[in-house]
């Protein structure tokens, strides 16, 4: 692939965001059938694409998962104490009402019979496939100029009631979808101070999950730290960026530093 | 985003394969850092990154690994009969021994402690994160012309006493990863007709399990079959396309065909 769409796929991984806050503008449906197509196109084990795809727009559903969420909300905040809890009463953590539509994305295990290719041993195999839709959506919203959200606090059963879905379906993303002011330039947990990104160093292992050295690992491990890794994708046109509201501390310093910093 | 970044993603999208046959060249560390940075800025609930990274080069482990392979793929078999047997066994499904390297993603639960942001009601989110970083390590590795194989007919134990991985770390996702003779154009279990890639309005709902047509939802679900969505992105270059060998029928038709036809 040329330099550009390796870019544009490096860009679309360092910008997304998870997003909470969305203005009202409506999505094209072209737009949106962009994004599931691209989410249709993830992988899946045996090629059993077995997600689905529930495009939610009526409000009052909407009301009764925001009513639920803020139940669950409670829940997940006891788990936190002082400062800690105060972060995250100050955070937002959804934009179930405000964004123009919620979507839904659920995996049909089993969906052609009970014999998968690829399926004998890892019982979730449909699961993790239905995630990479997911991700594949939640990049190709990004280059779309799209935010999304992934609300986690929300209980599979009381979707499973809201939105009639049967028991043999597992509601896998709750996904809040919309424009947005602004692209944080850092996640929003980040600058908030809730959590730190670790670095990319700290978590390779070499043949083994003990081997933290090889005779080139240290090589691996200092590159993936290394500015100069993104060089020739990125430094060119970090300085002049034509977007520089969007150039943040999250993607790699390359992009955000001039050549020769 | 401009439409030669949005492109890239979408290439990087509709040509992604999984890979089971591999050139033995050496992947560059440099590239190898860049798609291992790549997969840690996947999202991850309440910011948790709970992925590892096992590099594996190790011959005599990934022997062991291809032997148990052998015997799951023995277990997997028997779940076809007749035509669909001989399918089966006439599919080859990793490239554990060709590949220059195999990767191994791996799910630390409770990385920070048992309290997490958004974990109240799912309890496998944190799974959910490890497979976005696959995903994204999947897209960057194409776009940098890597082919990965995901090989999901391997047992998480078998793999924790081989590399040992202490017991409460979930090994997501064994990947095989190189360089490719050719990106088919199809998925391999689509053109060996193990299985056909559904309509993407098969998939779609509205408001509900049970809503399939809404006001504007006949739009969206003629939409999402529409070539015409991608004209904008894909349609001057498909007739000239420099790489005709990898502009496949499972990408979207734009791509394939000029203008008019």
Redesign the interface.
């Known amino acids: 692939?040329?330099a550009?769409?390796?870019?544009?796929?490096?860009?679309?991984?360092?910008r997304?965001r998870?997003i909470r806050k969305f203005i009202p503008d409506a999505v094209p449906?072209?737009v949106?059938?962009?994004v599931?197509?691209?989410a249709?196109?993830?992988?899946s084990?045996?090629?059993?694409?077995p997600?689905?795809?529930?495009?939610?727009?009526?409000t009052e559903?909407r009301r009764e998962v925001k009513r639920v969420f803020e139940q669950?909300r409670v829940?997940?905040a006891a788990?936190?104490t002082g400062d800690?809890l105060r972060k995250?009463l100050a955070?937002k953590?959804e934009g179930i009402l405000e964004a123009p539509l919620n979507l839904i994305v659920t995996c049909e295990p089993d969906r052609?019979g009970?014999?998968?290719?690829?399926?004998?041993?890892?019982r979730?195999?449909e699961?993790?496939s239905t995630?990479?839709a997911?991700?594949?959506l939640?990049?190709?919203a990004?280059?779309?100029?799209l935010g999304v959200g992934?609300v986690?606090?929300?209980?599979?059963e009381t979707l499973g009631e809201?939105?009639?879905?049967?028991n043999h379906?597992i509601p896998?993303?709750y996904l809040c979808i919309g424009y947005v002011e602004a692209f944080p330039d850092q996640?929003v947990?980040?600058s908030a101070e809730?959590?730190a990104?670790?670095p990319?160093r700290a978590?390779?292992?070499?043949?083994?999950?003990?081997?933290s050295t090889?005779s080139?690992?240290h090589?691996?491990a200092d590159?993936?730290q290394?500015p100069e890794?993104?060089r020739g994708l990125f430094a060119d046109a970090a300085p002049s960026d034509a977007e520089p509201r969007t150039v943040g501390t999250?993607v790699?310093n390359a992009i955000s530093k001039p050549r020769g910093e």
């Open positions: 692939m040329s550009e769409y390796q870019r544009g796929l490096y860009e679309a991984i360092f997304r998870d449906d072209e949106l059938a962009r599931i197509v691209a249709h196109h993830a992988a084990v045996g090629f059993t694409q997600w689905d795809f529930i495009v939610v727009r009526d559903r669950e829940i997940n788990q936190f800690r995250f955070l953590l052609f009970p014999a998968v290719l690829g399926k004998v041993s890892i979730e195999v699961v993790y995630c990479l997911v991700g594949n939640w990049l190709a990004r280059a779309e100029g992934w986690s606090i929300v209980r599979n809201i939105f009639s879905i049967p379906i896998v993303a996640p947990l980040e809730w959590a990104r670790m990319a978590l390779l292992h070499f043949d083994s999950w003990k081997g090889e080139d690992g090589t691996l590159l993936v290394s890794i993104w999250d790699p």
